[in-house]
């Protein structure tokens, strides 16, 4: 079946990095998603990795997939009050549309 | 290119009634699926639409219908209303395939009371 983790909560100091992690139980996701949510907001998309990638970069954001374990993470380099958000997983198996997020983790970036 | 547009972004309704949402996909994407968020059940698969047929449907009662038009737009529909129906309902739109990422609008807040 399929099942989505995250931890709830993150509380990172301006400046440091942040890393949310994310377990899932599907052996057969084909992608593994980030979004990010702002209050009163809806979901905007990070980034996301295809399930035979170990590591994906895009400017601040590093995102790494350990498929033996079923474990992804998110490392926010240099992270900024803006960051402050809940960081949502995703994963999705096969063509269809359908995603199963994880319960969403909260950063919080403090001064 | 415009984002994903939900309509109404607000909308109180009571017990019994019927409501029906908007989405607008990003001009191209043919895939529209649906999703609702509450503090207790998270973030929930409803329904996606391809081509003005339901391609897959989550697990929900048949109070919750969809339909998508031939321009792609698509519109979702909660008859009987509950209590437990308040909810932000998000859209979500992509092009074909697995390697389409998902983009959402700002979803329609819905209470019921």
């Known amino acids: 079946g399929e099942d989505v983790e995250q931890s709830l909560f993150l509380s990172v100091r301006e400046g440091d990095s942040s890393v949310i992690n994310c377990t899932y139980t599907?052996?057969?996701?084909?992608?593994l998603y980030w979004y990010k949510q702002e209050p009163g907001a809806g979901l905007q998309l990070l980034t996301y990795i295809f399930s035979n990638m170990d590591m994906k970069q895009d400017q601040r954001l590093t995102v790494l997939l350990n498929k033996k374990d079923k474990h992804l993470s998110l490392r926010i380099a240099d992270t900024q009050t803006g960051d402050s958000a809940i960081y949502f997983c995703a994963e999705r198996t096969g063509t269809a549309s359908k995603l199963t997020f994880g319960t969403g983790t909260r950063l919080q970036v403090t001064l | 290119k415009a984002g994903v547009t939900q309509t109404p972004r607000y909308l109180i309704k009571t017990r019994g009634q019927q409501v029906t949402l908007s989405c607008s996909p990003i001009s191209g994407h043919r895939s529209v699926s649906w999703y609702q968020q509450t503090p207790g059940q998270g973030l929930q698969f409803l329904f996606e639409y391809f081509s003005e047929t339901q391609r897959n449907k989550g697990n929900f009662p048949g109070r919750f219908s969809g339909r998508q038009f031939s321009n792609s737009r698509s519109e979702m529909n909660v008859s009987t209303l509950e209590l437990g129906d308040s909810a932000l309902y998000l859209c979500?739109?992509?092009?074909?395939?697995?390697?389409?990422?998902?983009?959402f609008g700002n979803g329609t807040r819905l209470t019921v009371t």
């Open positions: 599907d052996s057969s996701s084909t992608y």
């Open positions: 979500a739109s992509s092009l074909q395939g697995e390697n389409s990422p998902l983009h």
